[in-house]
């Protein structure tokens, strides 16, 4: 027995049989629909006084039988008939209207966000008579708005109009459009979207940072929306009409995956993917996939794995479809081992498997922590916003190699160095994995390893990228995170990095304001007055602590500031390194 979709219920055993019967129906290819089919449809809706679609796949066999009531019919879902990106689903549905209205708002809707073939309308005239057709199909035309185009209605008498050639017609020239953006290397092809009430100015900082992000995890961007609303709703985080534009957008740029710079919930996640049949992440769930791949050591990524299943837990909503989407992780990456068809019961024996690993990963790590000796010598911190330039700090001030590259998080795992000062005192110097903004709970647990070599260290730099117009942002975002960490006891100096790219009185101003030391990290001239700063609060710090050992006390040197001075003449100031 096929199976009727919808609102069957109260009808008739003859009525279900003739609804069932339907299925037999066969339409020839270059007839949208038969007169027959729809004569016969059209007296049966009449009949029963309710809407009756059918959905019709291009070798004309009918897919779907669907009954709604007086005003609308429900598609079902259509999953199994996934539209590859870049063309249609290959069905077309076509639906009686009692009240003779043409195409709806809601049929056109359905049209562009299901990417249907087609989508018809059959009005009933007097006594379930059927003289016309309604007909629409996207328009694959970039700036088109609408994304669709109704037809001239067709009498009864001409439903040949060559159907399976206008479909390919329609997807030609889709592929067309398509291969205007098309990606030959198989990266991701994401849309970004930020749906928020913050100001358009900070969205679309955010949104810019989102890119970055994005595009330190190779994923290409095709396309940015913001949408700006008055109050975010719980359930539906964009509304009907957007969510047709992102249909389709994903329809004609080929997008593979929507990335939101705000955290979804369950419900927003599953709303939005009920509507477009695409993988759904946010950004939370991008940091922790560029995590995923550049942990190295065993520890790093035993956490990223538990923090994303974590994350992902609450998420996995009770359709097993929704899952496979959801845990996917970018290109297909699923979190570890855990791939695809991930459910909660697994997820959750999984993330136990995990937390009793890293019980004895830890416990390894803080035996052999132990046995390494620092010698007594001071440790230096280098902290600060992702990309900021710790890494090129350390590379120029300790005449080291260590990766520095221009993407998001470029140093995962720690590096330490050794480096003698010009009076002779040596010290450990440490480089640290990256802040940002709101950084997931999770994952600064998963780098506990880093951030406790951090609560060791006697001195932080902070490097801020004084040249990036976002650096108030970022400098809070990381005095948040020291605190969060509990470090606020530990001295800081701030470190104005990229000072190449301000003008000296630009760079002149800012240190003043921020009480920090303008560097250029790239160039060991620019580094002076900072290595003196570090110098000098070592030796404090070195002083307390004999002085301390002596006593017995404990060592808590008050030198917050005391030494900070701006040079007056730091050298080469304002002077232009290439990029
Ligand atoms: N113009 C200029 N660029 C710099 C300077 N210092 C670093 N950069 C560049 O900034 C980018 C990021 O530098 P990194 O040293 O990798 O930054 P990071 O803070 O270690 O970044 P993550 O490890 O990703 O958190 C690289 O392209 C550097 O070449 C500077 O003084 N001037
Ligand atoms: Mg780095």
Redesign the pocket.
């Known amino acids: 027995m096929k199976k009727i979709y919808g609102n069957t219920g109260g009808l008739k055993a003859n009525q279900l049989r003739r609804l069932e019967n339907l299925y037999r129906r066969r339409i020839p290819p270059e007839y949208v629909i038969s007169f027959e089919l729809a004569r016969d449809i059209g007296r049966l809706s009449f009949e029963i006084r309710r809407q009756i679609g059918v959905l019709i796949n291009r070798r004309g066999k009918m897919i779907a039988v669907i009954v709604g009531d007086h005003r609308k019919i429900v598609i079902p879902d259509l999953r199994d008939y996934r539209a590859a990106p870049g063309r249609l689903r290959g069905l077309r549905c076509l639906h009686t209207h009692l009240q003779k209205e043409p195409l709806t708002r809601d049929d056109l809707t359905d049209l562009a966000l299901l990417r249907l073939d087609l989508m018809g309308a059959i009005p009933l005239q007097l006594e379930g008579r059927i003289d016309r057709i309604y007909l629409s199909h996207i328009l694959p035309q970039r700036k088109n708005n609408p994304p669709y185009v109704v037809m001239p209605p067709l009498a009864s008498s001409r439903l040949n109009i060559d159907c399976l050639e206008l479909i390919r017609a329609l997807e030609n020239e889709l592929a067309q459009e398509t291969a205007l953006y098309e990606s030959k290397d198989g990266r991701e092809r994401a849309l970004l979207i930020s749906v928020t009430t913050a100001s358009a100015g900070r969205a679309r900082n955010s949104l810019y940072e989102l890119k970055q992000l994005a595009d330190s995890n190779r994923i290409a961007v095709v396309g940015e929306v913001l949408q700006q609303r008055k109050k975010t709703d719980a359930k539906f985080l964009l509304g009907r009409g957007k969510l047709e534009d992102l249909s389709l957008m994903v329809l004609v740029r080929g997008v593979t995956l929507l990335i939101f710079d705000q955290e979804l919930n369950p419900a927003q996640i599953r709303s939005i993917t009920d509507q477009i049949d695409i993988k759904v992440i946010d950004r939370t769930q991008l940091i922790l996939d560029i995590f995923a791949q550049r942990a190295r050591s065993k520890e790093g990524k035993l956490q990223v794995e538990l923090a994303q299943l974590r994350y992902m837990l609450p998420r996995l909503v009770a359709k097993n479809t929704a899952m496979s989407r959801l845990t996917g992780g970018i290109g297909g990456r699923g979190p570890g081992e855990t791939k695809l068809e991930i459910n909660r019961r697994r997820a959750r024996d999984r993330i136990r498997q995990l937390e009793k690993a890293l019980v004895s990963v830890r416990k390894q790590r803080h035996q052999q922590k132990s046995k390494r000796s620092r010698k007594g010598l001071p440790v230096i911190s280098i902290i600060?916003?992702?990309?900021?330039?710790?890494?090129?700090?350390l590379n120029t001030l300790t005449k080291s190699q260590v990766?520095?590259?221009?993407?998001?998080?470029?140093?995962l795992d720690p590096t330490s160095r050794r480096l003698r000062f010009p009076r002779d005192i040596e010290v450990i110097i440490t480089?640290t994995?990256?802040f940002i903004r709101d950084l997931p709970r999770d994952l600064l647990v998963a780098f506990r390893a880093t951030l406790e070599e951090l609560e060791s260290a006697d001195l932080l730099l902070h490097?801020i990228?004084i040249?990036n117009p976002r650096f108030q942002e970022q400098l809070e975002s990381v005095e948040a995170i020291v605190c969060d960490l509990n470090l606020q006891h530990i001295n800081v100096i701030r470190v104005l990095?990229?000072?190449?790219?301000l003008t000296s009185d630009r760079a002149h101003i800012l240190a003043e304001r921020l009480h920090g030391i303008p560097?250029?990290?790239?160039?060991a001239a620019t580094l002076l007055p900072l290595i003196d700063e570090m110098q000098c609060r070592i030796e404090v710090i070195a002083q307390c602590r004999s002085a301390a050992a002596a006593s017995g006390t404990e060592c808590q040197p008050e030198i917050e500031n005391e030494c900070t001075r701006v040079p007056d003449s730091g050298p080469a100031w304002g002077d232009t390194?290439e990029?």
Request: aromatic share 6%; hydrophobic share 35%; net charge positive.
């Open positions: 600060g916003y992702t990309n900021a330039g710790k890494s090129t700090l990766l520095a590259e221009r993407r998001l998080f470029a140093t480089d994995v990256g490097v990228d040249s990095n990229k000072l190449d790219r560097v250029s990290a790239r160039t390194i990029n």
